[in-house]
T-cell receptor, first 112, second 110 residues
C-alpha cells in the first residue's frame, strides 16, 4: 500500500544538527522530496533526491537515502530559529501523473 | 514569474453555499493538482489534470469538481459546501521532476 511515515515532532537546540526521518513503502518511487511549511504558508520545496542516489548535499541540508530499508532522512546542520517549521517527506508514485504521496509532517521546534 | 497563485486566501462559507477556488500557474506546466490539508495531516489529492481538457479524480474527490480549459488555469468548484470541507486547499503544478505549490486557500464552512 501507499504510506509515508514520519515522526510527528522534533525539538533541537539552536546551533545543533536536526535529523528528520521518513520511511516509505513504494520501492519503485523514482524521486523523494522534502518540503518545508511555515505557519500559514504553502509548501516550499527544500530538496529532492533521485532514487539512484544515496546522498545529496545542498548547503546546510543533507539528504540520505537507504533504498534497501526504504528510509529517507533530512539533516539540517547548524539549525536556526528560522528553520522552525513542519517538514514533509513525499515520494513520487511511479504509476503516472507525477503523483506525490505525503507523510503527515514533522514539526521541528528550535529553542535557544 | 509568479509561479502558482491562488485566490482567495481565506473564505467563510455557510453550509450549502457554493464557491470556486482559483488557481493559475505561469510555468507552462501540463500537470496540475488540487490537495486538501486537514489539521495535523499530510496532503490528500482531490483532483489532478495532465493537460488542458483532461482531468481525473484523486483520493478524495467527493463534493468537488474541476475543469481545465487552459494550460494556466485549474479551478476547483465546491457545489454544496459541508462542514467536512473545512480545510486548507493547495494547488500545485509539476515539471518533470518537481511539484510547485501555491500559498493555499483557507476555507471555513459553518
Amino acid at each position: 500500500g501507499e504510506d509515508v511515515e514520519q515522526s510527528l515532532f522534533l525539538s533541537v537546540r539552536e546551533g545543533d544538527s536536526s535529523v528528520i526521518n521518513c520511511t516509505y513503502t513504494d520501492s519503485s518511487s523514482t524521486y523523494l522530496y522534502w518540503y518545508k511549511q511555515e505557519p500559514g504558508a504553502g509548501l516550499q520545496l527544500l530538496t529532492y533526491i533521485f532514487s539512484n542516489m544515496d546522498m545529496k548535499q545542498d548547503q546546510r541540508l543533507t539528504v540520505l537515502l537507504n533504498k534497501k530499508d526504504k528510509h529517507l532522512s533530512l539533516r539540517i546542520a547548524d539549525t536556526q530559529t528560522g528553520d522552525s517549521a513542519i517538514y514533509f517527506c513525499a515520494e513520487r508514485w511511479d504509476g503516472g501523473y507525477n503523483k506525490l504521496i505525503f507523510g503527515a509532517g514533522t514539526r521541528l521546534a528550535v529553542h535557544p | 514569474n509568479a509561479g502558482v497563485t491562488q485566490t482567495p486566501k481565506f473564505r467563510i462559507l455557510k453550509i450549502g453555499q457554493s464557491m470556486t477556488l482559483q488557481c493559475t500557474q505561469d510555468m507552462n506546466h501540463n500537470y496540475m493538482y488540487w490537495y486538501r490539508q486537514d489539521p495535523g495531516m499530510g496532503l490528500k489529492l482531490i483532483y489532478y489534470s495532465v493537460g488542458a481538457g483532461i482531468t481525473d479524480k484523486g483520493e478524495v474527490p467527493n463534493g468537488y469538481n474541476v475543469s481545465r480549459s487552459t494550460t494556466e488555469d485549474f479551478p476547483l468548484r465546491l457545489e454544496l459546501a459541508a462542514p467536512s470541507q473545512t480545510s486548507v486547499y493547495f494547488c500545485a503544478s509539476s515539471s518533470s521532476e518537481t511539484q510547485y505549490f501555491g500559498p493555499g486557500t483557507r476555507l471555513l464552512v459553518l
